[in-house]
């Protein structure tokens, strides 16, 4: 089964730190995704990446980086927290680029609850 | 840009009844996939069930099962028998066949398991 590890479960930080969230994926998998979850929003893209050291913005990029050095491992940044970042964020991973592999799921990590106070 | 809309924030169901959640969608393409995940309280998004929009068979998988109406851009999940372990919020989600594989997600469904 894939699996993609988020590194935190909670994270309470404060407003103006610079805030790292670590994803990692063990399938090879070409592309990865950070999501934003909040409340009657569902899910939105903030930044994905199809290969390494490729990025591309999502819907919602204000305020995130990302890096991406290893094939594995996708990070988010938030380079100065600010309150309205209180969110849970989910990363996934998927196969390949779409046609080929174009019914390929995502596969989720257990999402990371984060707090800016 | 497409879009997904769920209109039931909430539904709940009795146990061993069947329920359907509803699932819109806005799209000018005419080849996509469709997606209903499932993130139980344990928060893990699990892939439900799976829709290729060219295929006019609707998906099953156990007791889920879609109603997927293209011409309607209505993708509705049934699911027959519920379990305790339905309860969860339940996501539609939307996926191009061209480019990236982003997916844009509904605002959710919340079902509940009446014992």
């Known amino acids: 089964d894939v699996k993609v590890t988020q590194s935190s479960r909670y994270l309470v930080k404060r407003t103006g730190e610079k805030v790292f969230l670590e994803c990692v994926q063990d399938?090879?998998?070409?592309?990865m995704f950070w999501y934003r979850q909040d409340p009657g929003l569902g899910l939105r893209l903030i930044y994905f990446?199809?290969?390494?050291?490729?990025?591309e913005k999502g819907d919602i990029p204000e305020g995130y980086s990302v890096s991406r050095e290893k094939k594995e491992r996708f990070s988010l940044i938030l380079e100065s927290a600010s309150t309205n970042q209180t969110s849970m964020y989910l990363c996934?991973?998927?196969?390949?680029?779409?046609?080929?592999?174009?019914?390929?799921?995502?596969?989720f990590g257990d999402g990371t609850r984060l707090s800016i106070l | 840009a497409q879009t997904v809309t769920q209109s039931q924030p909430e539904m709940s169901v009795q146990e061993a009844e069947t329920v359907t959640l509803s699932c819109t969608y806005d799209?000018?393409?005419?080849?996509?996939?469709l997606f209903w995940y499932k993130q139980p309280p344990s928060r893990q998004m699990i892939l439900v069930i799976r829709?290729?929009?060219?295929?006019?068979q609707n998906a099953t998988e156990n007791r889920f099962s879609v109603n997927f109406q293209k011409a309607a851009k209505s993708f509705s999940l049934k699911i027959s028998d519920s379990q305790l372990g339905d309860a969860a919020m339940y996501f539609c989600?939307?996926?191009?066949?061209?480019?990236?594989?982003?997916?844009?997600f509904g605002q959710g469904t919340r079902l509940t398991i009446n014992p």
């Open positions: 990446s199809y290969d390494v050291k490729m990025k």
């Open positions: 399938m090879d998998h070409e592309n």
């Open positions: 996934a991973s998927s196969l390949g680029r779409t046609g080929v592999y174009g019914n390929q799921p995502q596969h």
């Open positions: 829709q290729e929009a060219y295929k006019q």
């Open positions: 799209t000018s393409e005419s080849d996509y996939y």
């Open positions: 989600a939307y996926r191009s066949s061209q480019g990236a594989q982003k997916l844009v």
